[in-house]
């Protein structure tokens, strides 16, 4: 072994001084700038065609950092991965051995990527990460115990020196650039440490950027408008993308709109509210959500439950108040079905049972009157002058006031009676008989501020439900009256009206409802059937009712507009609402009413009267017994026990609603029983036709008295079932001989 010249050992030691001088210049040296500093700084002590550092990557590639001298221009994009040759992979990276390749243009992929770039050979030498506490060229770098390649130092990297002559690879200095690689093996160490904290950094910052767009595509699409405002200044500072939707603002401009939530509020309740959850965020403290009525540009205003709360330092400070508020229209509309339903139900229950208290004393008057007329018609009266004629006015008096009880309690009926099921039969409906009806209900409240007007003309049925038509007609009253202010003398309720109009062209019937009262505003006109929209105070209304009217006229295929002022007038004011309604096409798809009961007389028969109410079943039994031989049960259960006794009928005149078993149970027990006695029942009904007597008077076939009814009304119902019953009963009779 020849000692090593002084001059080359002090060449190697300056070469060295100049690599480790960049080596501590540069926390990464894989960068573009700093790799090219190198470079220069080895090409000072050794020409080369190509610098490269190449690491190794799973499954047997390479990643290539390069610098080109000269003009030649870079094969692979600075940080590029390559194909790794498997002789050199082996002998660098597994031998720890430098390895040489004197031709690249008839070699492997990387070969032929440094013959394109004019390196037509090159060496690759291993790169070792320095062992701790070593000196960068210090032979322990490369002894000690055996490790990857045999060494004590892991291999990082491969130094790559290409030439531009082919077999100038033979004659390159390898100590000298072995003497450069392990140099290079802390500051390699060092930079790949740094790229791999960048590279985790900024997958980090990726995955941070990810969640945040996700986060943003969440709230931008979640079915809410999402909202942050300035602890200071109470502006807003962020609002979602559905915001936009719902309200139809562009979301820069609401940005950039001083105040734009408060005034988005369509109510002064609502803006109100808002600002008061506001202030109290501000201070710390959370609010409870409330409702309100939100603008949309474009469109009807919305629904909204807002909920504001404060978002709150570990300090204790308010940085940021953020809200949200939620669209609750068909929630809304949805509760508000619910409570009128509610509402009509209780209303149609109390109503049935006012009517079945009311029309059964009714009953017993009218039928008292009839005894009463006949009894001062009598042979036994007389009565001097006036006296017959006044009497009998006065019975006669009497009798239409009592039926004028019944007929508003029928009225009430219809109007309280509960809403039919989608899809249930409708019956022929009288328009101008429903306005009479809504009129005796409200004559009330109208003619203490005006005059009532009809101009009824005359109109085909409608099918539809008469009790829903009804309600309309009514709450159109009611709103005609509480739009005229009560007058002070009566000269000025005499300049005010109400008028009620009915129309027809054959095909639609028209209910036109007006006042001359005080009107719509122009800007409420659209608004007018949206929910809960009222001008009047709570105590008035809630402004439910033109809501529903539109859906009950709707619903039976017809429209209702509103116009205000009312076209024509003079001095302009007042509304009009008009309805509009098909004719009837078809009857067969109604529901047949209950026919009147033909004017009969027949011969004497044993009739057995089933009523709960003690007085009306005696004026029955007192009427009925001038033709008829009469028995009086005042339940059900006592006529059971009457016809068990052996006594025998031919009509049973029964109540439909009795404490204990009701009427329709006590038909059906006897039809299983007796199906001949069964024929011969007529019922009575002091509360009118549900959708439960209908079904069942369907089913049965029998013919039914609405209390009150007349005596004659009675005695015609008994001939009609006698004649009816007779032919049957007589073969019966003849069968069983």
């Known amino acids: ?117 004019g390196c037509l050979s090159y060496v690759a030498l291993p790169v070792r990460a320095a062992p701790p506490g070593a000196q960068p060229g210090h032979p322990a770098a490369r002894s000690g115990p055996a490790g990857a390649g045999g060494f004590g130092c892991p291999i990082i990297a491969a130094l790559v020196v290409g030439y531009g002559d082919a077999g100038a690879a033979a004659s390159a200095p390898i100590p000298l650039l072995e003497e450069i690689a392990d140099a290079l093996g802390a500051g390699l160490d060092r930079s790949l440490r740094v790229v791999a904290g960048e590279r985790e950094a900024a997958e980090r910052l990726l995955r941070i950027r990810e969640l945040e767009e996700q986060h943003r595509n969440l709230l931008d699409n979640a079915p809410l408008i999402i909202f942050r405002l300035d602890p200071e200044s109470g502006e807003l500072s962020f609002l979602n993308r559905h915001a936009e939707r719902l309200l139809g603002v562009p979301v820069a401009e609401a940005l950039r709109t001083p105040g734009f939530l408060g005034e988005a509020h369509a109510d002064p309740e609502g803006v109100m509210c808002f600002e008061d959850a506001v202030a109290r965020a501000k201070l710390g403290a959370p609010s ?66 006012v009517a079945h208290e009311i029309n059964n004393p009714a009953a017993f008057i009218l039928l008292g009157l009839d005894m009463l007329d006949r009894l001062l018609r ?237 007085s009306l079943a005696r004026a029955l039994s007192d009427q009925l017994g001038r033709v008829h031989e009469v028995a009086l049960a005042p339940s059900a259960d006592a006529a059971m026990g009457m016809l068990a006794g052996g006594q025998r009928f031919d009509v049973v005149l029964c109540d439909l609603r009795m404490p204990g078993m009701s009427g329709d149970v006590f038909y059906t027990r006897i039809r299983e029983s007796d199906p001949v006695l069964a024929q011969g029942f007529i019922f009575m009904t002091g509360v009118g036709f549900g959708a439960d007597v209908e079904r069942f008077l369907a089913s049965s076939g029998r013919p039914l008295l609405e209390k009150p009814f007349s005596a004659e009304d009675a005695l015609s119902a008994i001939a009609e079932v006698v004649s009816a019953n007779s032919a049957p009963r007589a073969e019966a009779r003849d069968s069983s001989r």
Not at 290 to 306: F, H, M, N, P, V
Not at 324 to 350: K, M, P, W, Y
């Open 378 to 614: 009598g042979p036994n009266v007389r009565m001097e002058g006036s006296a017959a004629s006044s009497a009998s006015e006065l019975v006669k008096e009497l009798r239409d006031s009592i039926k004028r009880i019944v007929d508003i309690v029928r009225d009430l009926k219809l109007f309280a009676s509960p809403p039919q099921p989608e899809g249930s039969r409708r019956t022929l409906t009288d328009a101008n008989r429903t306005v009479e009806s809504a009129l005796s209900l409200t004559r009330g409240q109208i003619i203490e501020r005006a005059q009532i007007v009809k101009n009824l003309s005359e109109v085909p049925p409608i099918l539809m439900d008469d009790g829903r038509l009804g309600q309309v007609i009514v709450n159109l009253l009611v709103n005609a009256a509480q739009a005229i202010p009560k007058p002070s003398s009566k000269h000025e309720a005499r300049d005010q009206t109400v008028t009620v109009e009915t129309r027809s062209d054959g095909e639609t019937v028209e209910i036109v409802v007006s006042d001359t009262g005080a009107g719509i505003a122009e800007e409420n006109l659209p608004r007018i059937w949206a929910p809960f929209f009222t001008t009047k105070g709570p105590e008035v209304g809630t402004g439910l009712g033109l809501s529903i009217s539109r859906e009950i006229i709707e619903r039976a295929g017809g429209q209702i507009t509103a116009e205000s002022p009312v076209p024509g007038r003079v001095p302009p004011g007042g509304a009009r609402f008009i309805i509009s309604l098909p004719a009837a096409g078809r009857t067969d798809e109604a529901t047949p009413s209950v026919s009147p009961v033909p004017r009969l007389v027949s011969k004497r028969v044993r009739v057995l009267v089933v009523e709960d109410e003690a």
């Open 1 to 117: 072994m020849h000692a090593e010249p002084a001059s080359e050992r002090v060449g190697r030691l300056v070469a060295l001084n100049a690599v480790l001088t960049v080596v501590a210049r540069h926390s990464n040296l894989l960068l573009p700038r700093p790799f090219e500093e190198l470079a220069g700084a080895v090409g000072r002590f050794a020409a080369f065609q190509l610098l490269a550092v190449v690491f190794p990557e799973p499954e047997g590639g390479l990643r290539a950092y390069a610098v080109f001298r000269g003009d030649a221009l870079a094969a692979a994009p600075f940080g590029a991965r390559q194909p790794a040759p498997a002789a050199l992979f082996r002998r660098v990276f597994a031998e720890g051995e430098p390895f040489s390749c004197d031709d690249t243009r008839a070699g492997d992929a990387l070969a032929e990527m440094g013959a394109s770039a």
């Open 288 to 353: 409870a959500s409330y409702e309100a009525r939100l603008r949309r540009r474009g469109g009807d205003a919305i629904t909204a439950r807002g909920t504001v709360y404060p978002l709150v330092s570990d300090r204790g400070r308010v940085v940021a108040i953020e809200g949200v508020l939620a669209d609750v229209s068909t929630e809304h509309a949805a509760r508000t079905r619910l409570i009128q339903v509610d509402r009509l139900s209780t209303l149609g229950t109390l109503a049935a049972g």
